[in-house]
């Protein structure tokens, strides 16, 4: 059946960094589009940035732009989200995801078929 497993979140100060990676299995990994997510309490999940099954067209929502990469490595089934200059503001659960598509459809979580658990991101000011 269909995996995504996170790792790589942690607690950082602000102006940090972390590389938080999602291994996936179960499927042919390199014809779906990925997706990286975060939801801090009390709010919305929130898109954070998708990337094709090639890795050749990536789309970031506006306030992590500059900030975070978005990447992957097809050949281990793995998508990472680099993420610079943390703020407090990117504190969050932070999810990777799945489509049932080779192409993403925007960051609405609801194109999003299969999901990970989710690894803890804490920045502190």
């Not at 779906?32 to 998708?50: D, I, L, N, T, Y």
């Not at 995801?97 to 194109?111: E, H, I, P």
Request: one cysteine or more; a neutral charge; aromatic letters at 12%.
């Amino acid at each position: 059946q269909v995996q995504l497993v996170e790792s790589g979140g942690g607690s950082v100060q602000a102006g940090g960094s972390l590389r938080l990676s999602c291994l996936a299995s179960g499927y042919t990994y390199n014809q779906h589009c990925m997706g990286w997510f975060r939801q801090a309490p009390g709010k919305e999940r929130e898109g954070v940035a998708v990337i094709n099954h090639s890795g050749s067209i990536t789309y970031y929502v506006d306030s992590v732009k500059g900030r975070f990469t978005i990447s992957r490595e097809n050949a281990n089934s793995l998508v990472y989200l680099q993420m610079n200059d943390l703020k407090p503001e990117d504190t969050a659960m932070y999810y990777c995801a799945r489509t049932s598509w080779a192409y993403c459809v925007g960051t609405d979580w609801t194109n999003f078929d299969y999901w990970g658990q989710g690894t803890q991101v804490t920045v502190s000011s």
